[in-house]
């Protein structure tokens, strides 16, 4: 067949360029200006798209459609993050027989029917599921716990597909099932649940498959996502910005969600305690706006060995520290300023008012007294042994102590 004359190329969902299809018709065209539009500029296997465009114009992302009202907040609840060791991966993506033997039973199956009821609110839903089997099998358990549901995949003739996503919009219909079928390129901003059933490497595809029920709708103030997938702890949230690459060897990346996967804490995306929607720690839950208050750390006098440290020669002497009131000397932390304390150490050095005034008659070094946080680190492990390390010891207290500070009614210099 013939193609036209066009001297401007425009495709929708331009991240499916690399397909010969695609390649075919651009070819056909090659002194035409060619434009590609995609919510996900990344290839299958998520790699950029630089192999055919040559400029990348970003758009606002999520957060700013979300402020200017385009698209609604998500509240996300993950009850399960599937063990899939020994998966193996193809095209940049989990191989889909293997994943579906791993989702496709009884009691993940259960958790997703028994979830939606608990959290999604009896909403209009889509379903994302490994493959047709594994989508019936969801549509059944759905059906027999009351639910009205019904499942479309590729086979599934146009006209009766039509009929089923009518029957969702009508609300005759709450729930539809389906494989690689409604992940994009569909759109009924009446639907505010999505349940990801169907595991995935890509984020293109994850964020596909969320931005299904991102649009606004009358009534519709946010979008409820079941996440069986592990898609939150893999990809993040699709709040998150994200940095869009065309390099054909890089992919995409999520800096915060990178940040919080590579934080000491690991990843610090915690289910909350009062609604079990998703929250990022230290923030307050996006759902219900639970955050938790810290208990005060509690602080531990020991009695031990004072250390002396001799900064020209390195020699670190001990010598005996007698025991204060506790009380006397808790209430002088408490109501003393610390000044360039690192809050990341665990390990404090308090001058003592008393052994101050004697010291300071006869050396310009006060003795300090070892104040260790209760929890346990490799710090307190090592006073306690009295083995102390010359040089991580000395790079710790230097750290911590890199300015006058005042205990009591006393001033003390920094002994460096």
């Not at 569909?186 to 649940?193: A, E, F, H, K, T």
């Not at 408490?334 to 404090?348: A, D, E, F, I």
Request: glycine content about 8%.
């Amino acid at each position: 067949m013939a193609l036209p004359a066009a001297d401007l190329l425009i495709i929708d969902e331009a991240h499916h360029c690399p397909a010969n299809t695609y390649r075919q018709i651009i070819k056909s065209y090659p002194n035409a200006v060619l434009i590609g539009l995609t919510a996900t500029p990344c290839r299958g296997d998520g790699r950029g798209l630089g192999g055919i465009f040559d400029v990348i114009v970003e758009c606002p992302q999520v957060p700013e459609l979300i402020q200017q009202g385009f698209l609604v907040r998500t509240h996300v609840y993950a009850p399960v993050d599937p063990d899939l060791k020994g998966v193996e991966t193809r095209v940049g993506d989990y191989v889909a027989s293997q994943l579906a033997e791993r989702m496709d039973l009884d009691d993940l199956v259960g958790d997703i029917v028994s979830h939606w009821h608990k959290y999604g609110q009896r909403r209009k839903t889509v379903c994302f599921t490994v493959d047709v089997k594994h989508s019936i099998h969801v549509l059944d358990e759905f059906n027999k716990s009351g639910v009205i549901a019904e499942h479309v995949d590729g086979r599934t003739p146009k006209a009766e597909r039509d009929a089923v996503l009518a029957r969702l919009a009508s609300g005759e219909t709450e729930l539809v099932t389906n494989c690689m079928v409604l992940t994009e390129g569909w759109d009924l901003p009446d639907v505010s649940c999505a349940i990801l059933a169907r595991p995935t490497k890509k984020m293109g595809l994850y964020r596909q498959m969320v931005g299904r029920v991102l649009r606004p709708a009358p009534g519709k103030f946010n979008a409820i996502v079941l996440d069986h997938s592990g898609a939150v702890f893999r990809h993040g949230f699709v709040e998150d910005r994200v940095e869009w690459t065309l390099d054909p060897e890089k992919r995409p990346t999520n800096p915060v969600h990178v940040g919080r996967l590579t934080s000491r804490n690991g990843s610090r995306l915690l289910e909350c305690s009062q609604c079990a929607a998703m929250r990022v720690a230290g923030e307050a839950c996006e759902n219900c706006g639970f955050l938790p208050e810290r208990p005060p750390r509690a602080i531990v006098f020991r009695d031990g060995d004072l250390v002396r440290i001799d900064r020209v020669v390195g020699v670190v002497a001990v010598e005996s520290f007698p025991r204060f009131s506790t009380d006397n000397l808790s209430n002088q932390v408490l109501n003393c300023p610390l000044g360039g304390l690192r809050t990341n150490l665990n390990l404090l050095l308090l001058s003592t008012a008393q052994h101050y005034e004697d010291e300071s008659r006869r050396t310009s070094k006060a003795p300090f007294r070892a104040c260790l946080f209760a929890r346990p680190n490799p710090i307190k492990r090592t006073i306690e042994k009295g083995n102390f390390q010359k040089a991580s010891f000395l790079l710790q207290i230097k750290t911590a102590v890199t300015s006058p500070w005042r205990v009591g009614s006393w001033q003390v210099p920094a002994p460096w």
